[in-house]
């Protein structure tokens, strides 16, 4: 059955159409509940029949233990050890509750049930600390240790901790996880710290790589208001599935977030849950928006639970609650001990009081207390035992789970076991190192070098050596929006990909690229237009009744013992052409070598180093600049003796340069400069403390 999240239809038509959807198919417990009536009539074929571990708190399964229990043949094996009170047991809240209804509905009374003995257990002290009598105990449990956690995060690194010592002790270790979202926490840290564990007991579809992609795709339609889910819908014919399967078989799968794999068997599951969801909707003419489409999916991914391949020769199993029933191993962690989560937050019906709710058999919202109490109690009767929980949950306080509460009541003191708390926040304790402000001294530099990291060691060696020496780079800021690089390379783009320079190409092929780069409806658009009219005019009239250069063109020289790599925007046969949407340098700074790069590119084709033909030695280079700077557009030459001037005296510059970083322990000092494109590595010099 599935509810929309809407207020644009009516709630009663909608439960009118829910009514009508198709009966015949068998639901998974009506299935169950088929399996389970067989077997009712089967067990008088078996000499024994053994039933442990089941509280009975399932009608179905009730029944099948009431015929087991009333056979000669069957014996029940039930959990814990009931013992207390008989006006104890009828409350909802109770760790035996539900045996307790189970044994009244046979005639037998609690204490007539015989005890098994496996040694020595604590479970007689944690009735105590779950019955009503009020009696202490003046000793601690020696078996259980409590850690408190200042957030659930650290909760994760503390389990995997204790996971990791015990391990390494050849122990075996059972995480207990009541959530599914601290379960995949555990997960993640375990991958991370490299410790196999078993977790087939299952997670949600939602939180899987597939689930989550899905969502991420679905919710970022929403949130830029796209109209691509419903051109995408249409086109399907309105079938949910049919849609998803198509989107993804004509896009990148490596554009999706978290990536997937199509063809991984673990996922077969949640496709056939939302064919089936698809199905009935399409069956019942029942068309979605996009936010009934998100709920719609993202409740069917919670209803299917995916199990991957059980790991072999794994030593730490993490299991839920009811999973962990009848478990055993050397070391028990029992995480998420909050109110809320162990015990979670019982069932409570919105529609109906809780006394109606009970009347019609509707299960009391106190029954996921009493069945995680007889777990809580009977996990804790291992030999050693872990009790975690965090102060702060979601930016809130925490409330300890009630379960502790009681144990704390009747046991004198609860031991604690700290130390794998401090390892885990010593980690997190870097040493104070004091600030080191020598200049940097590296050993000698004789690495090959691309002519742009030339500027920088010419105007910052310090950014020099942080870029060309450490190898560091700085990331975009991911909310940065575009700005005058990302221009300058949309315009190097549209000249290195178009052979027509005619002014409506160009302007054409800019606007549809400027579209795709910025935000939809972007004013940004409307004045990099503007530019994109003035630059196709120059453009149009450079190129003009004139064949194209070798556009970016990598080419290499040897100076002083180095190789000198560059990437030349266009390069014709004695001529180096640099396109500049921002300002070209100076006359005075190529003359004085400031501003390398096209005079080394322009050494670099006189001496053969571009792969071009009909390259002529004997001829000085042009060197260009075309200009596209705002209000500033134009063709910027330098030839004959100006050319070899800035040639020869850039050549010399970087012959010094080199002279001197080819020492060891040469200073890389930091330079002040009013330069931005300087100082993308200030942080690093700490300029600013």
């Known amino acids: 059955m599935f509810f929309l999240r809407t207020i644009e239809k009516d709630q009663l038509q909608i439960l009118d159409i829910l009514k009508q959807l198709p009966n015949d198919r068998q639901t998974i417990v009506e299935k169950r509940n088929d399996e389970i009536y067989k077997w009712i009539q089967q067990i008088h074929k078996y000499k024994k029949v053994i039933v442990c571990g089941s509280t009975a708190s399932v009608y179905i399964t009730a029944q099948l233990m009431t015929e087991i229990a009333k056979s000669e043949n069957g014996i029940i094996i039930l959990s814990g050890k009931i013992a207390g009170r008989n006006e104890d047991f009828i409350l909802d809240t109770n760790p035996y509750n539900s045996e307790y209804k189970f044994l009244n509905n046979l005639g037998i009374n609690p204490n007539n049930v015989i005890t098994l003995d496996v040694g020595t257990s604590n479970i007689d002290n944690m009735n105590i600390a779950f019955g009503n009598t009020g009696t202490k105990i003046n000793t601690e449990p020696d078996n259980c240790f409590l850690i408190e956690c200042n957030r659930e995060s650290e909760e994760a690194l503390v389990a995997c901790e204790i996971a990791k010592q015990a391990t390494k002790n050849n122990k075996s270790v059972l995480i207990v996880t009541p959530d599914i979202a601290v379960n995949q926490r555990i997960k993640n840290q375990m991958e991370f710290m490299n410790i196999p564990a078993d977790f087939s007991a299952g997670v949600s579809g939602a939180i899987t790589n597939i689930g989550r992609a899905v969502l991420n795709l679905l919710n970022s339609w929403i949130e830029t208001k796209s109209d691509i889910f419903d051109k995408l819908y249409s086109k399907a014919n309105y079938n949910l599935f049919d849609m998803l399967k198509n989107y993804i078989e004509t896009t990148d799968i490596n554009t999706f977030h978290p990536r997937f794999f ?362 260009q600049f075309l200009q596209l700077k705002n209000n500033h557009l134009e063709l910027i030459e330098y030839k004959n003796d100006e050319s070899k001037n800035i040639i020869d005296n850039t050549l010399q510059v970087v012959k010094d340069l080199f002279a001197k970083y080819s020492k060891d322990k040469t200073p890389y000092e930091y330079y002040s400069t009013n330069e931005n494109k300087y100082h993308a590595f200030d942080d690093f010099a700490r300029i600013d403390k």
């Open 262 to 623: 199509i063809n991984n068997k673990q996922d077969i599951p949640i496709w056939n849950a939302i064919q089936q969801t698809s199905n009935v909707l399409s069956d019942n003419n029942i068309q979605l928006n996009i936010n009934d489409a998100y709920a719609i999916i993202d409740d069917t991914l919670k209803s299917v639970s995916v199990r991957p391949n059980i790991p072999t020769d794994t030593a730490v199993c993490v299991l839920g609650t009811i999973e962990s029933r009848m478990q055993t191993a050397d070391v028990v962690i029992l995480t998420g001990l909050n109110d809320g989560m162990f015990p979670m937050i019982g069932y409570k019906n919105s529609w109906l009081p809780k006394n109606k709710a009970i009347e019609i058999g509707l299960p009391s919202p106190d029954k996921k207390i009493s069945l995680q109490a007889l777990d809580f109690m009977t996990l804790s009767c291992n030999n050693e035992v872990y009790w975690l929980r965090s102060n702060q949950s979601g930016g809130g306080l925490t409330i300890q789970s009630r379960f502790l509460s009681r144990i704390q009541v009747t046991y004198k003191n609860i031991k604690t076991a700290n130390h794998f708390l401090e390892t885990v926040r010593e980690k997190d304790n870097i040493a104070f190192e004091f600030q080191d402000d020598d200049i940097p001294t590296p050993p000698a530099d004789n690495s090959d070098i691309y002519v742009t990291d030339l500027e920088l060691l010419i105007h910052n060696p310090y950014a020099y050596y942080t870029k060309h020496i450490l190898g560091i780079h700085p990331k975009d800021d991911y909310w940065l929006l575009p700005d005058s690089r990302d221009f300058g390379n949309l315009i190097h783009e549209i000249i290195n990909t178009t052979k027509d320079f005619t002014f409506e190409n160009l302007v054409y092929k800019m606007d549809a690229r400027a579209k795709e780069i910025l935000p939809r409806n972007s004013i940004l658009l409307y004045f990099w237009h503007k530019r994109f009219c003035d630059i196709a005019r120059v453009l149009e009239n450079y190129f003009k009744n004139k064949n194209i250069g070798h556009n970016e063109i990598n080419g290499q020289i040897n100076i002083s013992g180095r190789n000198v790599m560059a990437r030349a925007d266009i390069v014709w046969d004695g001529i180096v052409a640099d396109i500049k949407t921002g300002s070209a340098p100076t006359k005075n700074q190529l003359l004085k070598g400031l501003m390398p790069q096209i005079a080394i590119e322009g050494y670099i084709l006189q001496n053969n180093g571009f792969n071009i033909e009909k390259q002529n030695p004997e001829i000085i280079p042009t060197l």
